[in-house]
């Protein structure tokens, strides 16, 4: 039995539709600069920021919580950024330049959640996935198990043993709580991301990770509050509404409700903010789709989608 | 008349003092020539007082022998700066009651238990819902987790492993070392009553030592969380109530 209160789901609503309100209203000034190609100089500044707004509307649209009018806004934001991608043929394209990239892979995976497909991508990630070298390329472990989520989504033939994936990233050794720091919470909210296809499945997180989350996640939310690191907050509040025994704070869910704008914007973090809408965008762009996918899956949880 | 600097030099002088006692860097501890030797008695008997129960931590954990004129100094600090009767000072008024029982524990003299009086029945102290605020208070307590004393702290420590061990993260996380020390004594001491414990508290000791410095009320702590993780677990001597 999925057990999130009240005040955590009036929360998480508004955090969600908001945040998909603000995603869809500033779209354009995500996307790509005219005569971008498949070789990027500088593919964090658009591209991976597109993509990610891909993968918030790609949940909302999964868990099916959001009322009608929302559905159709993340329908709308799926088609603009599947038009930004030239309907896939750029992602295509990517990847056939760049064999061993992972990067096509991981933002094909969304599109085809909510049925876009590409028949020249399948193709070629199909033959890809088959070939030992691409297979060996050698990261991180909690990237190695985005990937292999992205090849779980797309319905790739090679499958990944996730546990053993799981046992060699940082959350996997379940280090000393005191020794996290800024950048391995990240890695250790992606490690739980991916292993539970970003809170669907959470039976993929293994219980004995499950439980040493339960054990520090409060402290952790509590140091990063002070701080005002609210991406990173935010991030662990998906953590926590991903585990099969959600761990929901109200208090936590409330502060980051209250942080957010009428508009559906959220800040990174409690630095000031800059006036420049552009810059507002590129700055605080991924907290606001961080906030969108926590209130997503808070929602389908309790409603007791899984 | 002594100053607030001239206390706080005088607590760190004799957190030195007992400090290398226990370490055995240093002679035994002897406080009616420490607070007769001291430029300052006032402050020397105030350090016995901010000191409290850890002045006996030599003779607990590494048995030197306890003279009945030291006896006669913690008594006389207590003449000096009375034992806590506020009752929004509950933690005082714990440490001093801890005192007070060591004393007369050590002492073998009972009457000096009546230098500080019977703390009153505290149900917060069981309920680690708030387990942050809950901390704070048992860093406030640390001086209590030492052998022989056992009590109402004691039980809310043993009901709290976890809590407790988010305590650790979330100070040393923060960069609180003090409060980490402290903290990690209670586990310390859990670990010595023979306590499952979710984190390591030898290996979090050792960071907060590299990591933050210490000074000498640290370094006590320090050192006090060391002895009891050395010792087998479930060894001391019968427990006094405190």
Same mark, same amino acid.
């Given at each position: 039995m999925t057990t999130i209160s009240e005040p955590v789901t009036e929360a998480a609503r508004g955090m969600a539709d908001r945040a998909l309100s603000w995603l869809h209203a500033h779209r354009e000034l995500g996307g790509l600069p005219p005569?971008?190609?498949?070789?990027?100089?500088?593919?964090?500044? &658009?591209y991976k920021p597109l993509g990610e707004t891909t993968l918030a509307a790609s949940l909302i649209l999964r868990d099916g919580v959001a009322g009608p009018g929302r559905l159709v806004a993340a329908q709308s934001l799926m088609d603009f950024t599947w038009e930004q991608f030239r309907r896939g043929d750029m992602i295509y394209e990517r990847q056939l330049r760049h064999t061993l990239m992972t990067d096509p892979l991981e933002m094909y995976a969304p599109f085809v959640r909510c049925g876009y497909r590409h028949e020249g991508l399948d193709r070629l990630l199909a033959h890809r996935s088959r070939t030992r070298s691409v297979n060996s390329v050698e990261v991180l472990p909690n990237r190695r198990l985005a990937v292999a989520n992205a090849a779980r989504v797309v319905g790739?033939?090679?499958?990944?043993?996730m546990k053993a994936l799981a046992g060699a990233t940082w959350l996997g050794a379940m280090?000393?709580?005191? /020794?996290?720091n800024w950048i391995t919470a990240y890695a250790m909210t992606h490690t739980v991301f991916h292993l539970t296809d970003w809170g669907g499945?959470?039976?993929?997180?293994?219980p004995e990770l499950a439980s040493y989350l339960h054990a520090w996640l409060p402290v952790w939310i509590e140091v990063w509050r002070e701080v005002g690191q609210w991406d990173l907050v935010t991030e662990l509040l998906i953590v926590g509404a991903s585990l099969e025994d959600p761990y929901c704070r109200p208090e936590d869910w409330e502060a980051i409700a209250g942080l957010q704008?009428? =508009?559906g914007f959220v800040p990174r973090d409690s630095d000031p903010v800059a006036d420049d809408p552009r810059q507002r965008f590129t700055d605080h762009q991924h907290t606001v789709v961080v906030t969108a996918v926590a209130g997503s899956i808070a929602l389908a949880r309790a409603a007791g989608r899984r | 008349m002594s100053s607030h600097s001239a206390f706080a030099a005088a607590s760190d002088a004799l957190a030195a003092c007992v400090l290398g006692a226990l370490s055995g860097?240093?002679?035994? &501890?002897q406080l009616a020539r420490y607070v007769d030797d001291a430029p300052d008695t006032l402050a020397a008997l105030a350090a016995v007082r901010v000191l409290g129960a850890d002045i006996f931590s030599p003779h607990l954990l590494v048995e030197h022998p306890f003279q009945m004129q030291d006896a006669a100094v913690v008594a006389k600090s207590f003449d000096a700066f009375p034992a806590?009767?506020?009752?929004?000072?509950a933690s005082v008024a714990r440490r001093d009651h801890a005192t007070a029982v060591l004393l007369a524990r050590l002492s073998? =003299?009972?009457?000096?238990?009546?230098v500080a009086p019977t703390p009153a029945n505290d149900?917060?102290?069981? =309920?680690? /819902?708030?387990w942050s605020g809950w901390c704070v208070r048992m860093a406030q307590l640390a001086?209590?987790?030492?052998? &022989?004393l056992d009590g109402p702290v004691h039980e809310a420590a043993r009901g709290g492993v976890l809590p407790l061990c988010r305590g650790v993260s979330r100070s040393i996380l923060r960069r609180d070392f003090p409060t980490a020390v402290r903290l990690v004594r209670w586990l310390a001491w859990l670990r010595h009553e023979g306590v499952e414990l979710p984190l390591d508290p030898g290996l979090a000791a050792e960071h907060v030592f590299l990591v933050g410095g210490a000074g000498p009320r640290t370094a006590l702590d320090l050192a006090i969380t060391r002895h009891l993780l050395e010792r087998?677990?479930?060894?001391?001597v019968k427990a006094a109530h405190a």
């Open positions: 005569d971008t190609t498949e070789t990027m100089a500088d593919p964090d500044s &658009v790739l033939e090679h499958a990944e043993d280090p000393e709580p005191w /020794a996290i499945n959470p039976g993929g997180l293994p704008h009428e =508009d | 860097t240093g002679g035994a &501890v806590s009767q506020d009752s929004e000072e073998g =003299d009972d009457t000096l238990r009546g149900a917060g102290l069981a =309920d680690t /819902a708030d001086p209590l987790a030492t052998l &022989v087998r677990p479930g060894t001391g």
